[in-house]
């Protein structure tokens, strides 16, 4: 695929099993929010939330907002960076 983004797994990065599984994750399905996420991986909400943090800034994904139109919060999406 055109846009599949190839993170270097280089010795000097050291990712936890959590932190690995949400990179390959984000690879194979593009962008997820935290609740399918979570469903995905079988992981408390709390867990994710605290390795995509900590994965946004190592600068490995980031996350970005979309409105649907509708009343409410925006969803949250979080995807690898380019």
Same mark, same amino acid.
């Given at each position: 695929?055109?846009?599949?983004?190839?993170?270097?797994?280089?010795?000097?990065?050291?990712?936890?099993?959590?932190?690995?599984?949400?990179?390959?994750?984000?690879?194979?399905?593009?962008?997820?929010?935290? *609740?399918?996420?979570?469903?995905?991986?079988?992981?408390?909400?709390?867990?994710?939330?605290?390795?995509?943090?900590?994965?946004?800034?190592? *600068?490995?994904?980031?996350?970005?907002?979309?409105?649907?139109?509708?009343?409410?919060?925006?969803?949250?999406?979080?995807?690898?960076?380019?």
């Amino acid at each position: 695929m055109a846009n599949k983004t190839e993170i270097d797994f280089g010795s000097k990065e050291y990712l936890t099993p959590i932190q690995y599984n949400l990179i390959k994750t984000l690879q194979n399905g593009g962008p997820y929010t935290r *609740k399918s996420l979570v469903k995905e991986l079988n992981t408390p909400r709390t867990t994710i939330y605290d390795n995509l943090l900590k994965l946004q800034k190592r *600068k490995f994904i980031e996350k970005f907002s979309r409105n649907n139109g509708m009343r409410g919060r925006p969803l949250v999406f979080w995807k690898l960076k380019n």
